[in-house]
Nanobody, 123 residues
């Protein structure tokens, strides 16, 4: 089992920045690829970014490329999502997730999920 706890969400004006954190506990964090997803009201959960277990490879949704940066610190069992140039359409609950098998954009590949943190962007 891996327990994931997100933090860092909040209310921010358009153009602002946030840094989301996801702290992991339980099984070996460095064995898992990590992903961030988001879900806006009335919409399906969508892929945002993912990072390989080693941090050596990352992947981003086209809608966030150049504005979002995923990183991890295996010594601290934490994955981060730096969000810059926020837009109102970034408003959503942001979830981190752990995948044991593949670095993927699909929710089906992720074995463990956090409870989410709300990001609200005002125009």
């Amino acid at each position: 089992q891996v327990q994931l706890v997100e933090s860092g969400g909040g209310l921010v004006q358009a153009g602002g920045s946030l840094r989301l954190s996801c702290a992991a506990s339980g099984r070996t964090f460095s064995a898992y690829h990590m992903g961030w997803f988001r879900q806006a009201p009335g919409k399906e959960r969508e892929f945002v970014a993912a990072i390989m277990w080693s941090g050596g490879r990352t992947s981003y949704a086209d809608s966030v490329k150049g504005r979002f940066t995923i990183s991890r610190d295996n010594a601290k069992n934490t994955v981060y999502l730096q969000i810059d140039s926020l837009k109102p359409e970034d408003t959503a609950v942001y979830y981190c997730a752990a995948a044991s098998r593949l670095l993927s954009f699909s929710t089906r590949e992720y074995n463990y999920w956090g409870q989410g943190t709300q990001v609200t962007v005002s125009s």
